[in-house]
């Protein structure tokens, strides 16, 4: 069974950078096959892809976000990270991380999620 | 990039009744198209993938059909459990996008 589970701070303040880490378990970050994904979800609003990450650090991030992402992978400790910079209230959201089976298809396991305010 | 739309945006049904579930999508998508299952305070669950294959340890009463723009999750009769908000998404084209849910609830 492969788990997933998110990271990191609930509130962070206008302008400055959130930072989220998901940590994988069941399964290694390494995988040929998997890539490792962000998705978000306003509250009320429908799911959001952010961006994803494969083994190699390969990144594809969505076109609306791209400016303000990064991600990365840490296979030391299979986990891999969102940083998302200059955030606004609008970014204030749900931060699910999932895996995606292979390239190009859908989220077969997902974390829990993890609230994330974006508030002075 | 691709818009997807479903409805209804609420489905009231009774227990041991049929729920029937619409996702559109703006263009073409193929069959690349996946339904999740997401309860309150959850993540989303994975029920239904490539159109109409369900995902490992889903109940046979799920199912789904579809192609190119339109698709239909059906609950032949549902169960306690079943009352959530159930979700679309397209990954045929990136970034893939996902619908705004229906919510299935208690009659």
């Known amino acids: 069974q492969v788990l997933l589970q998110e990271s990191g701070p609930a509130l962070v303040k206008p302008s400055q950078t959130l930072s989220l880490t998901c940590t994988v378990s069941g399964a290694s970050i390494s995988s040929e096959s998997s890539y490792w994904n962000w998705i978000r979800q306003p509250a009320g609003k429908r799911l959001e892809w952010i961006g994803r990450?494969?083994?190699?650090?390969?990144?594809n991030y969505n076109p609306s976000l791209r400016r303000r992402v990064t991600m990365s992978v840490d296979m030391s400790k299979n986990q891999f990270s969102l940083e998302l910079n200059s955030v606004t209230a609008a970014d204030t959201a749900i931060y699910f991380c999932?895996?995606?089976?292979?390239?190009?298809?859908?989220?077969?396991?997902w974390g829990q999620g993890t609230l994330v305010t974006v508030s002075s | 990039e691709i818009v997807m739309t479903q409805s209804p945006a609420t489905l009231s049904v009774s227990p041991g009744e049929r729920a029937t579930l619409s996702c559109r999508a703006s263009?073409?998508?193929?069959?690349?198209l996946a339904w999740y299952q997401q309860k309150p305070g959850q993540a989303p669950r994975l029920l239904i993938y490539?159109?109409?294959t369900r995902a490992t340890n889903i109940p046979a009463r799920f199912s789904g059909s579809g192609s190119g723009t339109e698709f239909t999750l059906t609950i032949s009769s549902l169960q306690p459990e079943d009352f959530a908000v159930y979700h679309c998404?397209?990954?045929?084209?990136?970034?893939?996008?996902f619908g705004p849910g229906t919510k299935v609830d208690i009659k």
């Open positions: 490539d159109s109409s």
């Open positions: 999932a895996r995606e089976e292979f390239f190009g298809s859908y989220l077969i396991d």
């Open positions: 998404h397209q990954f045929d084209k990136w970034p893939g996008t």
């Open positions: 990450i494969s083994f190699t650090a390969s990144t």
């Open positions: 263009q073409s998508v193929s069959t690349n």
